[in-house]
């Protein structure tokens, strides 16, 4: 058989059509990748022009009342609270809702915490809403300084006293039907308790409210 022939023969033209269908099929999945690709890409892209348009302002929160029923240290160190506070919660976005998925909010005093965290429930705010949030604080047996219970007692002397509360938790935006992942957020707050003639009575009552400051 020539060498014509054998390049001509039927196991040839079979591994010739063989190698030709694989180059379609492989072209075929190249082309759907790179399709599927651009509908990504240009899904993505518009997510983020609608994102950067809109672009969601951060949650305004203000500490509407904030009052004092125990401040307390016992021997050894140990500091017994318990406080009633209202806190205003503020959309500001006129198209962007906000889920709040957690939060969770304690009070602190010369830097250290004097109340356990205190879940609020989940709930979802409307475009421009409002809501009003309260939760009970209570630290019961709590080590602290041996230095806070003099500081305590001076600012009874002074008849003022400064805490802070501090909310930790996670919130999802939504756009239309679109919603974002979690974001964490804080919020911190410093209100001034003023103490009557009579530093016993109770409960101890902010003197104003007080703006707070939030962080996504």
């Not at 305004?60 to 318990?82: C, E, I, R």
């Not at 503020?90 to 198209?95: A, G, M, Q, V």
Request: hydrophobic share 35%.
């Amino acid at each position: 058989m020539s060498q014509h022939d054998l390049e001509k023969s039927p196991r040839h033209c079979a591994s010739h059509h063989h190698h030709h269908g694989g180059f379609k099929l492989s072209k075929f999945y190249k082309r759907l990748f790179y399709g599927l690709s651009t509908i990504c890409i240009s899904v993505l892209t518009l997510v983020f022009l609608i994102w950067l348009i809109l672009r969601p302002s951060k949650p305004h929160f203000y500490l509407k009342q904030a009052d004092l029923y125990q401040l307390n240290v016992t021997t050894p160190h140990l500091l017994n609270s318990s406080m009633q506070i209202t806190l205003v919660s503020k959309n500001p976005n006129e198209r962007v809702g906000v889920y709040y998925d957690e939060l969770g909010v304690y009070a602190s005093y010369k830097g250290q915490q004097i109340t356990v965290g205190t879940f609020i429930p989940p709930f979802y705010q409307g475009h421009k809403d409002t809501n009003l949030l309260t939760a009970s604080l209570i630290g019961s047996g709590l080590p602290v300084a041996p230095s806070l219970g003099y500081d305590v007692g001076r600012d009874q002397t002074a008849g003022r006293l400064e805490l802070s509360l501090r909310v930790d938790g996670r919130l999802r935006w939504k756009v239309g039907t679109w919603v974002s992942s979690r974001y964490r957020f804080t919020v911190e707050c410093i209100t001034i308790m003023g103490f009557s003639q009579n530093i016993s009575s109770v409960p101890l009552n902010s003197i104003e409210g007080a703006q707070c400051s939030t962080t996504v």
